[in-house]
Every structure is written in C-alpha cells, then in structure tokens.
C-alpha cells in the first residue's frame, strides 16, 4: 500500500513513501482491531463498538501525507527515516491514548493537528534556524522566565498536583518542555560560535554553567528532578562531544549523583520512589502500586500481547502519560515493544548520522543535542516502567499524552529535517570517537530496556500473573467462562453463571467452601480453585494451537474446563449435616485408591458473601476460613495404638494382658476414650484407645523404631493434594513413650495425615496417596483421567489381619477406633473406621476429629456415615 504518495522519484522520497506507507498500514491495522476490540472480548455483535479513534487517525493520515509531500518539495536532501518513525511513534501513542480514554484521544488530536500544521509551515522556512543561532540568550532567557513564573501562575491541568503548567480554560502549556529544546539552541550556538577561538575549557563553561545553574535551581525547587536529569544529561553530552574530554563524563556522573542524593534528602517525594525502585514488594498496595501495576501490565502482555483493546491497562494509574510503554507492553507484548524500542533505537542512530555529516558545527550540536533528548528521555521513562531505573515523572517523547511535549518533538523533528537537508561536505570533526561512545551508551540503554522487558514479559510472567493483587485475573473472569467443579457422579458444584463481560462464580453447595476454596478480586484464591486454575481458566489442557488461536483473537485463553472431583456429593450432604453445630473434621477415603469421597471442616464459611463477611470471618476464633482436615494439626495422641501394636508384631509379639488401662505421665491422668473393664482385652484395649495399651506397646519399641515407623505411616510429609496443607513437623531426633503421651507432644498431624496412616489397615498395609480430583474434560479427548502419586508399603500385610481382628466391630466387617489426645488444657476426640481384609467390597477408612472429648458422638457420626457409604 503506497497511497501516502504515489509518484516519487528520488530514492530517498521513495524510502520515506514507503516507510510512511507501512506506518499507515499498522495504524489501519491497529485501528480496526481498537473497533472490533468490544465485539471481540464480548464475543458477540451486539455492542457498542469504538469510533472515535478514526478521527485521530484520519487526522494522522491528512496531516503525514501533507508534511511528506512538503518535504518531497522543499528539502530534497533530508534524511528520509526520521518523519517515518516520528510518525510511527507518534502514531502509536496517538490510538494508545485514544484507547485508554476517548477524552485524553480527542485532545491528543487536536495538539497532533497543531504541531504537524507548525512542522508543516516550519519547513517553509529553513532560515528560522539561524534566527535561532542570533538569538540564543533571549531564547533561553524567556524559557527561564516562563518556567519560573510557574511559581506564581502555575497550575496542574488534573486539578491537585505539581503547578508545572501556564494556561487556563483547559488548554495548558508546560514551559520546562520547551526549555529543554531552549538549552539544546543555546549551547549548540553558543558553543558553535566561541569554538573557532580555542579558549580554555574554564573559557567555555563559565556563561553556560551560570544559565544552565539558574535553569537546575528552578527545576529543583519545581521538585521535577526528572527534567532536571535531562538538563544534566543534555549539558554534559554535548560540552563532551564538543571537546572530546572524557573527564566531562565523570563529572556528568558526579552531578547525576550529587543531584538525585540532594533530591533524595530534600524531598520526600524523591525518597519514595527511589525506596519504591529498590524494593516495590514492601508495599505493593501504597507506595509503590504504580511500578508494581507497570510490572503486571508488562507481565501480562507476555510474548505476543492482549491484543489492542483486550487488555486492561487502565488499570496502571496515569496509564496515558507515564506510564504508557506500560499499557503498550500489555496490548502488543514483548513483540511490539522491542519493535517500539527498535525504531527509537534508529532514530538515535539517525541523529548521530546527521551530526556528524551536519555542514557546520552549529547544525552539528542541534543535532546531537535533539538526538540525546530524544534518546535520553525515552530511556529515562521507559526504565522507569520497566523497574530498570527509578520513577521520574518525564514524557515519552511523541507517545505520552501531552501537547507540551509533542509539540516541541515535533519541533525538534523540524530542526532535525532541516539540519540533514545538506549537500554540503561535513564540517570538520577532531575526532569520533566521542560520538562512538555516546551512540554505544545509548543503544547499551536500549538494550538493557529490552532485556529488562522480556526478563518480566517472560521470565517472570507466571510468578506476576498468578499475584493476589493482580487485578486482570478477575477482570479476565468476567470474560471468559471458568470451568465447573462436580462431584464424581457429575452433580455440579461450583459453576459460572451469566454471559461474557458479566460472568459469576457461584458455590451451590457452601460447606464445601474449605474445600473448594473461592476465586475473588478481592482476596484472590483458594482451595481447588487456586490448585487447579489453569484448568478451570482454560490455560492448560487445551491443544496448544487452540490456546494460541483463542489468545491471538481474544487476548485471552480459551473457555475453561470442567473438573470431576472424588467428592461423593450426597454422602458430604449427609456428613455435613451430622457434624452440624460441631467444631472438627471428617475425612472418607478409599483405603486402596485413595480416592476423597468425603472432607468436611466445620464450623465453615461461605465463598459467595466473601466480600461481606471477610472481616469477620478472619477475626473468629473458630477459624471458618481453616480447612481443618488438611490444615488444623492436632496431636495423635492413643488414635496411635494400632499402628504401634502392628510394628509390635512385627517384631515380636505385643505384651500379654492385664495391662492397667489409664496411666498417669507427665503430670496428668490418661484415660480410656471408652470404659473399659481392669481385665480388658487387648481387643478392648485397642479398640477404646486406652493410654496404657499405647505405653505399653511404645515401651517394646525403640527411639528409633518409633520414629520410623511415624515417618512410614507419613507423619512428618506432606500429602500430595491439591489443598493448602499444614507444613507438616519434622520428627525429633529421639521419642518416647512420654513424648506420645504428652499434653505438648512433639508430633501433631492433620485428619488427613491420619486418613492415610489408618488406609494401612484397610488395605494390606499400604499407605494410600490421597486424590480429589478424577477427570477433567477436554474439548477433544472427552474425560481425561488426571493421574495420582503411587501408593507406598508402610506396614507388613502380615500383620495387618491381627490387628484388625482386634479391632473388628462384632459381626461386622468394619474394625473402629476410640482415642483421645490432649494439648495443654485441650481434649480432642478421634475415631478412626474402616473395612476389615475380608471385606470384598470397596475398601474404605473414615477419620472423625472433635474438638472436645465426646467419643460416643464421633462414634455416632462415623457410624452413620459409613453406612450411608455401604448403602
């Protein structure tokens, strides 16, 4: 497409035809796409679609093709690459304002239309550059002055702010933006003009270092330490190249320094950002919310971006202005700002071409001082985005929104046209290697921003998305329909109502909130829906060209997945209901598969009014919030008993009867969970979790038997599961009988912790690997069935039929368990339950945990559940 001007015969109109041409195809392109965006995210027609932009593109377009034409005409010489990237840039930035806010967009355009129509007359007069070079002290001294008298008509177009500004009736003008160009003339004529006498450096300096000093006090005392650097940067770059003396950098560095030690202690502003630059973690919600919201913007582009439009940049404040590479980043992706990044790097490499071929030392220093501004101010406020370099509050030069600082690019860009329309030869140059090595730092600035770039974009993308202050997760939700969890006969828990851009998350079954946890905007995630996020989001189990496709069009990933859970909906209804009223747990598995079909955690809360009872819910006493099966640790206390009499067996044989029933230990008397008989059998011994039947068994074991028999049965390692789990407690180096029966045991584990250990008696002395999630459903597979860890040998199977028989319920196949424990002045109540070896159905194991000593209650509940289970 080559419509911007059609017949061109110069090489050089030809290369500025057709860059302009493709600068315009990407701005039809992004234009489109910004239309389309509300239908594309709603996936439906029927929406409000975006219009306004045009009007800045057709603006764009109109005002390109007329300075191009001009151009063709007036300086047939100029460099034919710097108006293709001032346009691209420009126009870039243009749509991103336009894209945040239509309001910002159509001011935005209206500044666009008055610089290119100032560029387009400007170029009509070429000789207005050494008007320029005569009248640099008033030039200057003017800009002085209007910087200055913002101290007293100052004003902040946003309302509350820095008073930077001079205008009124809302058109405003920031006058430090165009003393940065004001400085770039004076010392480029200056310095053209004393040159050619060869005075001492000290000559030099002085009439500029008194300006240039009276320029950094105002600045200073503005608090704009940004601006302020770029004066630094622009004195000392240029009084370097034009001597060529290297303790000028040094010096530059010191002043660098010196000013931002001197902003850091004076303002506090300064002392923020620069502790918000060294450490944003601190305080990701105040201080540093806006480099912390730059990152996720950045991170959430990733590679290839949301998409124009897709994205939620708006979300970064002043997203428009200094934050803008941000919400570009978000849309466009590492692609389109090393592309970005990439045309600035050109055009810093086309300023120094035209410095050094200019005709004349004057035409030389506007241009190296143009390009270093141009360079130098991109980096500043990039880096500050990208976390590279400390916030300044500068402008992207022809991207942020601003008419101050677009006009004077402009006017720049003019300078720049002028300077390389020449035929002339190249003045002469002591040397160029000072030009070498300010090119070198600039392109070294570049790269370090791309490198910065993809190390968040990529590297680091998971760690920022996946963020409980990440706010797009939920705002994706909204759009994007999250996959439901069911239970295992495919009864729906969890589901996603509504339509896209108003979906909800909705819990039909609240007292498996501990389990399932909550998805929220607020307070982020939990339970399965944290866990298993990617699959219910849509991230994972997709065709890798279906996520890529969904991505490419959308911006986000394709509908998310339902999941089947292990979860026996009806037996939870009747689990939950028994423990109703009650403050415990109870867990269901299969002992051989170890399948969850029940988990309850009372008392609970309920995920759909998280917003509204948060607080309350986080300050009970009664810990709602805890999942206790997996996260509350209690200690073991005689629920041990049978394990110890298995390993007992295991190596000898357990003691012969009488054995007194309770002991006293360590201060307090033990009891039996159950009354039991002073001639107790061992069956009664077991079966009532007496504390003399757990001394006596502990006793024929040593330290060291008894720790690994804990560490077989799982005591001291975490379940593979999908839940948060309590960090379980590493094993002591030495245990006892005493430590087990302790009021302040070594050794506490969770009702699942307990569930695992007690499948060993249901099932051969293996220890089963928990799961509670079967399958999930892809588009093109069906049910996938999700694999679980293996199950591991913890007991000898020839054991195992010893012990349950002294444990077997009397004409049944079930063996049960009554045992207390006691922490400080704290009674918990266990009841372990399970299917004998002679069981030829589904193996099964239940752990009942109350806290408060009533074990016929925890006797009852398990009773009921597991023939509920049998039925």
Same mark, same amino acid.
Request: charged share 10%; glycine share 6%.
């Given at each position: 497409m080559n419509f911007l001007y059609p017949i061109t015969h110069s090489p050089k109109g030809r290369i500025q035809s057709r860059l302009l041409s493709?600068?315009?195809?990407?701005?039809?392109?992004?234009?489109?796409?910004?239309?389309?965006?509300?239908?594309?995210?709603?996936?439906?027609?029927?929406?409000?679609?975006?219009?306004?932009h045009w009007l800045g593109f057709f603006v764009w377009l109109f005002g390109f093709s007329l300075i191009h034409r001009q151009l063709r005409n007036l300086l047939p010489e100029h460099d034919p690459y710097i108006l293709p990237i001032a346009a691209f840039i420009s126009g870039w930035g243009l749509l991103t304002i336009y894209r945040l806010s239509t309001n910002f967009g159509l001011r935005q355009t209206l500044w666009l239309a008055f610089s290119l129509f100032i560029l387009w007359k400007g170029l009509k007069s070429p000789g207005i550059i050494e008007l320029f070079k005569k009248y640099k002290y008033v030039l200057l001294i003017s800009g002085l002055i209007l910087t200055a008298a913002t101290f007293i008509f100052g004003t902040y177009p946003g309302g509350a702010g820095p008073r930077l500004w001079l205008g009124c009736c809302s058109i405003y003008f920031q006058p430090s933006e165009l003393l940065k160009l004001l400085l770039i003339i004076y010392l480029a004529a200056y310095l053209a003009s004393r040159l050619p006498f060869y005075p001492s450096l000290l000559q030099i300096l002085t009439p500029t270092l008194i300006l240039v000093g009276a320029a950094l006090i105002i600045l200073l005392a503005q608090r704009d330490l940004g601006t302020a650097s770029i004066f630094i940067l622009l004195y000392f770059v240029i009084i370097y190249l034009v001597t060529s003396k290297r303790r000028i950098l040094l010096t530059s560095l010191l002043t660098l320094t010196a000013t931002a030690l001197l902003g850091y202690v004076s303002f506090a502003i300064i002392r923020y950002r620069v502790e918000s630059w060294l450490n944003p973690w601190i305080d990701p919600s105040g201080r540093s919310y806006q480099i912390i919201q730059s990152l996720l913007a950045v991170a959430a582009g990733g590679t290839f971006?949301?998409?124009?439009?897709?994205?939620?940049?708006?979300?970064?404040?002043?997203?428009?202005?200094?934050?803008?590479?941000?919400?570009i980043a978000e849309e466009t992706g590492l692609t389109g700002t090393i592309a970005l990044v990439a045309m600035l790097a050109l055009l810093t490499g086309r300023g120094l071409h035209i410095a050094l071929h200019a005709s004349n030392s004057y035409h030389r220093y506007l241009a190296i001082g143009i390009t270093t501004y141009f360079a130098g101010q991109s980096i500043l406020i990039i880096g500050g985005n990208l976390r590279l370099l400390p916030l300044t509050g500068v402008t992207f030069p022809f991207v942020s929104y601003g008419g101050s600082s677009l006009l004077i690019s402009f006017i720049a860009v003019m300078i720049l046209l002028w300077v390389s329309d020449s035929e002339d030869e190249p003045a002469p140059l002591r040397s160029v290697s000072p030009y070498i090595l300010v090119g070198g730092a600039f392109l070294a600035g570049f790269a370090a921003i791309a490198i910065t770039n993809g190390y968040w974009a990529f590297l680091r993308n998971s760690d920022l998305l996946t963020r409980t202050d990440n706010p797009r997760r939920s705002i994706s939700d909204r759009y994007i329909y999250r996959g439901a969890l069911l239970d295992r006969n495919n009864q729906i828990i969890t589901s996603t109502q509504g339509k896209p851009g108003a979906y909800t998350r909705s819990l039909l079954y609240p007292p498996l909130s501990p389990v399932v946890g909550y998805t929220n905007p607020t307070y982020g995630q939990a339970g399965l829906e944290a866990s298993l996020d990617p699959y219910l989001r849509g991230q994972q189990g997709h065709p890798a060209f279906e996520y890529w496709r969904s991505h490419v069009l959308y911006g986000l990933p394709p509908s998310g997945l339902d999941i089947r859970l292990t979860?026996?909906?009806?037996l939870q209804k009747i689990a939950d209901e028994l423990l109703n009223g009650k403050t415990g747990a109870a867990i269901l598995m299969n002992a051989q598969s170890g399948e969850i079909l029940v988990m309850v955690s009372h008392p609970f809360f309920d995920s759909n009014t998280l917003s509204e009872n948060w607080e309350a819910w986080t300050n009970d006493p009664d810990a709602p919030l805890l999942?206790?099966? /997996?996260?509350?640790? =209690?200690?073991?206390?005689?629920?041990?008993? !049978?394990?110890? @009499?298995?390993? #007992?067996?295991?190596?000898? &044989?357990?003691?012969?009867?009488?054995?007194?029933?309770?002991?006293? /230990?360590?201060?307090? =008397?033990?009891?039996?969970?159950?009354?039991? !008989?002073?001639? @107790?059998?061992? #069956?009664?011994?077991?079966? &009532?979790?007496?504390?003399?039947?757990?001394?006596?068994?502990?006793? /024929?074991?040593?330290?060291?038997?008894?720790?690994?028999?804990?560490?077989?049965?799982?005591?001291?390692?975490?379940?593979?599961?999908?839940?948060?789990?309590?960090?379980?407690?590493?094993?002591?180096?030495?245990l006892s009988a005493n430590d087990i029966l302790s009021s302040n045991p070594p050794v506490r584990i969770t009702p699942l912790q307990m569930a695992i250990a007690a499948s060993t008696l249901s099932h051969k002395g293996v220890r089963s690997a928990p799961i509670i999630t079967l399958a999930v459903h892809t588009p093109h597979q069906g049910w996938v069935f999700l694999p679980g860890e293996a199950p591991q040998k913890a007991l000898p199977n020839e054991v195992i039929p010893q012990v349950t028989e002294l444990i077997t319920i009397p004409q049944t196949l079930l063996w049960q368990v009554h045992a207390n424990a006691y922490q400080d002045e704290e009674v918990f109540t266990w009841y372990l339950a399970g299917t004998t070896p002679a069981w030829q159905g589904t193996p099964l194991v239940l752990v009942i945990l109350l806290e408060e000593n009533n074990p016929s209650e925890a006797e009852r509940i398990g009773r009921q559940i597991l023939e509920s289970a049998f039925q």
């Open positions: 493709l600068a315009a195809l990407f701005m039809l392109c992004f234009s489109l796409a910004l239309t389309l965006a509300p239908a594309v995210r709603m996936r439906s027609w029927d929406v409000a679609l975006r219009w306004w971006g949301r998409g124009p439009g897709l994205g939620s940049p708006g979300l970064v404040p002043v997203a428009q202005s200094d934050f803008i590479f941000a919400a979860i026996d909906l009806r999942n206790r099966t /997996t996260q509350a640790q =209690y200690p073991p206390g005689t629920a041990i008993t !049978p394990f110890l @009499a298995a390993e #007992a067996l295991t190596n000898t &044989s357990i003691p012969q009867p009488p054995i007194n029933p309770s002991v006293f /230990t360590n201060g307090k =008397y033990w009891h039996c969970a159950q009354e039991v !008989p002073d001639n @107790a059998s061992w #069956a009664e011994l077991l079966s &009532s979790g007496c504390p003399g039947a757990t001394q006596k068994l502990s006793k /024929t074991l040593s330290s060291a038997q008894l720790i690994d028999l804990f560490h077989r049965l799982g005591f001291d390692q975490t379940p593979t599961l999908q839940l948060a789990q309590a960090q379980p407690l590493q094993l002591p180096e030495t």
